[in-house]
C-alpha cells in the first residue's frame, strides 16, 4: 500500500467505523488501494462555508459533498436552532436545484432535521433558488436550505443556509454554526425521519412566488410594447424553466421562444461547457436562435436561477452580451427613473453594490440623491443592508458576477424578477426607438464612461489552493506603487481592515467585516481588486477604468482607448 500521512489515514480510519455505511467504507478502501491523491484530496480537510455557503466536488470524506458531511451540517444547525429559538415550533424549507444527487441528498437534510423535531417543507421537485428564500418568509420558517452548486462544473454540489430574514447566512450566526457542526461527531447524526415532520409543498408556493415576481418587476409597460419585444429565453438544463417563462407570460411577454435543446434540467449540463450566463459559450445556441427570428434580446439563467447573463443589439445589430457591471447599470438607473417619477425618493432610500462591482453605481445613486450601500462580495452583504436599515426603502442592488435583486420580497440575488425587469426596460426602449445598448451609452455620457473586466485565474487541488494563498501573500507583502505608469493613491485591505491613503500617508478603519480582498486605487481613476474566489479554486482580479464620454457618437473611440487602457494594465501586471 502506498505510504499516508499518519494524520491523514486517521482521518479516513474514522470514517472506516461502523457509523458509515458499507457503500461509503468499499469507496475509501478502493481509493485507498488505487488512488491515494484522490483519497488525500477527499480528506485532507474538511469542507467549508464560502461566500455562496458550502460546495464541493461530489463524493466520499470530509472535503467532499455527501450525506454525512450534509447531516453533520444538518445536525449543527438543528442543534443552534433549538438553542437560539427556545420553545419555538421550529419550521425549515428545503429546495434543491438540478444536479446529480440533489434530490436524494435534500431528502437527507429534510430527514435530519425531521429526526430532531423540526417541521419541514420539502419542495416536491426542483425550484429556482429565489423561490426558497421567499417560500422561506412566506411560510415564517426560522430556517432555509438549498441544495445547489450554481454553476460550477457537474461533480459539484452545495448546500446553502439562509436565516429567517429570507437571506443567506451572515454574521454572526455563521460563525456559531460552524462551531456548533465542527463540535459534533458523525455518530451524533439523527438520520432516521420522522415522516410525520415533512410536509411537500410545490404549485401552491409556485403561484404566490410568480404573482409577487409579477408585482415587482412591471413597471407601466404598455401591452404592445410587450408583445412586441422578441425575447429568446435558454435556462442552461437548469432550474428557471419552472418560474421564469411563466412569470413572463403572466406578466404579459408573449413574444417569447425558448431554446429547446436547453429546457430540460439536466446536471450534466451536456450542450454547454459551463452552465455559467457569465461564458459567452454559454448563450451561443440562444444567440443563434435570436439571430434566426431577429430577437431583440437574449436571457441564459445559471443552474438555480439567481444569476443572469443578457445579450442585446449593439451599435452594428449584433448581439452582444452585457456583462454584470452593464446589467447591474441599467436595471438599477431604471428602478431609480421609476423611483422618481412616482415621487418615492425622499432621502430614505438606497441602492446596494459590492466592494468588486462598478464605482459607476455610487455616481448613479448619487445623482438621483439615494444613498449607495457597498458590502463585500456575495448577495449575503445585500439582504444583510436590508436587515441593518429596516426603516430605508431598498430600491434594488446587484453585483459584478450576474446577480440582482429587485426589492426586498426576496432576500437573495434573483433571475426571475430580474429577467422580467430586463424585458421591462428593453420594452420600453424599442417603443422609444432605441435599444438597451444605447440607453447604457446615454448613462455613460450622463455619468461617465465606466469600463471594466475580471480576470480569473483557476488552481486546482491542494497545490492551487497553496499558490492563491502565496499570491495574496506577495501582494500584501511587496504592494503596488504604480499601475500602468499611474501612481497608486489609495490601497484597501479587508483583511487587515485598514485604507490607506498612500500620498497623505494616512490610514483609516474600514467598518465591514474582514475578508481577503485588496484593492488599488490610482491617479487616474483604474481601481484594481485581488480576490480569491469562495466558491471555485480561483484567483479573480477585477479591473475598473473610466473617463468622460462628451456624446453618443465618441461611444466607439473611446471604448476603444478605455479597453487599451485595461490591456495595458493587465500587461503591467503580468496577467495577460
Not at 452583504?381 to 450576474?402: H, L, R, T, V, Y
Not at 471594466?452 to 504592494?479: C, F, H, V, W, Y
Not at 487587515?496 to 498612500?502: A, F, N, Q
Not at 486605487?521 to 473617463?547: C, H, M, Q, W
Request: glycine residues 6%.
Amino acid at each position: 500500500m502506498t505510504h499516508i500521512e499518519p494524520q491523514l489515514l486517521k482521518r479516513v480510519n474514522n470514517w472506516l467505523t461502523p457509523t458509515f455505511d458499507q457503500e461509503t467504507q468499499s469507496k475509501i478502501k478502493y481509493l485507498i488501494a488505487n488512488n491515494t491523491k484522490n483519497l488525500e484530496e477527499s480528506f485532507y480537510k474538511d469542507l467549508e462555508f464560502g461566500t455562496g455557503g458550502m460546495r464541493g466536488i461530489m463524493g466520499v470524506g470530509t472535503n467532499r459533498i455527501n450525506k454525512y458531511t450534509l447531516g453533520k451540517n444538518t445536525q449543527g444547525l438543528s442543534n443552534y436552532m433549538k438553542t437560539y429559538f427556545p420553545s419555538e415550533n421550529l419550521k425549515v424549507a428545503i429546495a434543491y436545484d438540478c444536479r446529480h444527487n440533489s434530490k436524494s441528498l435534500a431528502k437527507v437534510v429534510a430527514d435530519v432535521f425531521s429526526a430532531n423535531g423540526i417541521h419541514v417543507y420539502l419542495f416536491e421537485d426542483l425550484r429556482a433558488t429565489p423561490e426558497l428564500s421567499f417560500a422561506l418568509k412566506y411560510l415564517n420558517c426560522h430556517c432555509g436550505i438549498v441544495l445547489t452548486a450554481s454553476h460550477n462544473p457537474p461533480e459539484y454540489n452545495g448546500y446553502k443556509v439562509y436565516w429567517q430574514d429570507g437571506g443567506q447566512l451572515v454574521p454572526p450566526q455563521d460563525a456559531e454554526i460552524v462551531a456548533e457542526i465542527n463540535r459534533l461527531a458523525y455518530d451524533e447524526i439523527k438520520f432516521d425521519a420522522n415522516e410525520e415532520h415533512i410536509q411537500y409543498i410545490g404549485k401552491d408556493i409556485d403561484d404566490v412566488f410568480i404573482n409577487e415576481s409579477v408585482k415587482n418587476g412591471s413597471f407601466n409597460t404598455p401591452s404592445e410594447a410587450k408583445e412586441n419585444l422578441k425575447i429568446v429565453f435558454t435556462s442552461l438544463h437548469g432550474t428557471s424553466i419552472t418560474a421564469i417563462p411563466e412569470t413572463l407570460k403572466r406578466a404579459g411577454y408573449t413574444n417569447l421562444s425558448i431554446v429547446e435543446e436547453q429546457r430540460e434540467p439536466n446536471g450534466d449540463f451536456p450542450t454547454v461547457e459551463s452552465p455559467n450566463p457569465e461564458e459567452p459559450e454559454a448563450l451561443k445556441m440562444a444567440i443563434e436562435l435570436a439571430d434566426k427570428i431577429d430577437g431583440d434580446i437574449v436571457i441564459g439563467t445559471d443552474p438555480d436561477c439567481d444569476r443572469l447573463g443578457v445579450a442585446v443589439r449593439n451599435l452594428e445589430n449584433h448581439l452582444e452580451i452585457l456583462n454584470g457591471n452593464q446589467t447591474m447599470i441599467l436595471m438599477t438607473d431604471f428602478l431609480l427613473k421609476q423611483w422618481k417619477k412616482s415621487g418615492k425618493i425622499n432621502d430614505n432610500q438606497f441602492v446596494g453594490s459590492t466592494i468588486v462591482s462598478t464605482p459607476m453605481m455610487t455616481v448613479l445613486a448619487n445623482a438621483y440623491n439615494v444613498e449607495c450601500k457597498i458590502g463585500l462580495t456575495g448577495f449575503k452583504w445585500i439582504a444583510k443592508m436590508i436587515k441593518d436599515f429596516p426603516n430605508m426603502d431598498f430600491i434594488g442592488g446587484g453585483e459584478e458576477s450576474f446577480g440582482f435583486m429587485v426589492g426586498d420580497f426576496v432576500r437573495d440575488k434573483d433571475a426571475v424578477t430580474s429577467t422580467l425587469l430586463a424585458c421591462e426596460i428593453a420594452a420600453q426602449a424599442k417603443e422609444n426607438g432605441k435599444t438597451m445598448y444605447e440607453a447604457l451609452i446615454d448613462l455613460y455620457v450622463e455619468h461617465g464612461f465606466y469600463k471594466e473586466r475580471l480576470i480569473s485565474l483557476t488552481k486546482k487541488g491542494i497545490e492551487g489552493a497553496q499558490e492563491i494563498k502565496q499570491m495574496m501573500i506577495d501582494a500584501r507583502e511587496n504592494p503596488l506603487t504604480e499601475v500602468n505608469g499611474s501612481k497608486v493613491v489609495k490601497v484597501e485591505d479587508y483583511q487587515l481592515s485598514i485604507e490607506k491613503d498612500v500620498v497623505n500617508n494616512k490610514e483609516n478603519k474600514i467598518d465591514i467585516p474582514k475578508s481577503n480582498v485588496l484593492i488599488y486605487y490610482t491617479e487616474d481613476g483604474s481601481k484594481i481588486a485581488l480576490r480569491p474566489s469562495g466558491t471555485e479554486p480561483k484567483i479573480k482580479f477585477y479591473i475598473s477604468v473610466n473617463t468622460k464620454l462628451d456624446n453618443a457618437s465618441d461611444f466607439k473611440a473611446t471604448e476603444q482607448k478605455l479597453d487599451t487602457r485595461i490591456d495595458n494594465i493587465l500587461n503591467d501586471m503580468n496577467l495577460n
